[in-house]
């Protein structure tokens, strides 16, 4: 009974992430890692949150412009 209770919830909760697109990570944590954009490093002077945001948005929007 719990296999299939944890299944249920395991196969709902992430359907739901994919049909809202939120299953992966954004396009600049996939190329620059994740563990390095969580953890401090010398890699925080390279790039700040402000420009890997900035970046990000930029992507998001060619993108959606691509999809039209």
Do not use: C, P
């Not at 299944?7 to 890692?33: C, D, M, P, W």
């Not at 945001?53 to 959606?64: C, F, G, L, M």
């Amino acid at each position: 009974m719990l296999i299939i209770w944890t299944v249920a919830i395991s196969l709902a909760f992430f359907t739901i992430l994919k049909q809202h697109k939120r299953f992966r990570v954004g396009n600049i944590y996939e190329v620059v890692g994740l563990d390095q954009m969580t953890k401090k490093s010398d890699f925080d002077d390279l790039l700040s949150i402000e420009t890997l945001s900035k970046i990000e948005t930029r992507q998001r929007n060619e993108d959606s412009y691509k999809k039209k």
